[in-house]
């Protein structure tokens, strides 16, 4: 079974989450401030391998855009 690691990125609104997600990931998956457009509450996940270990990225909606709190955010995670 291969090994995974989670890279769990969470924080303020337009802070680089996503930038950081996609050059991580080496693809361009993740949208920059897209959540602000079209009011999407969830996260996106991809993952990618180095040197044979999975790497899953969690890129998460942006703390203090959301009509939803802080709490209910980061239960869902």
């Known amino acids: 079974m291969a090994e995974i690691r989670n890279i769990l990125l969470i924080g303020n609104a337009g802070k680089g989450k996503s930038t950081l997600a996609n050059v991580l990931t080496g693809m361009n998956e993740f ?3 897209i ?3 079209n009011g999407n509450n969830e996260a996106k ?8 270990i999975t790497y899953r990225v ?4 942006g703390i203090g855009i959301s009509i939803q709190s802080t709490e209910e955010i980061l239960s869902k995670l």
């Open 35 to 37: 959540n602000l457009i």
């Open 45 to 52: 996940v991809k993952e990618f391998e180095h040197k044979r």
């Open 31 to 33: 949208e920059e401030n």
């Open 58 to 61: 969690i890129d998460t909606v």
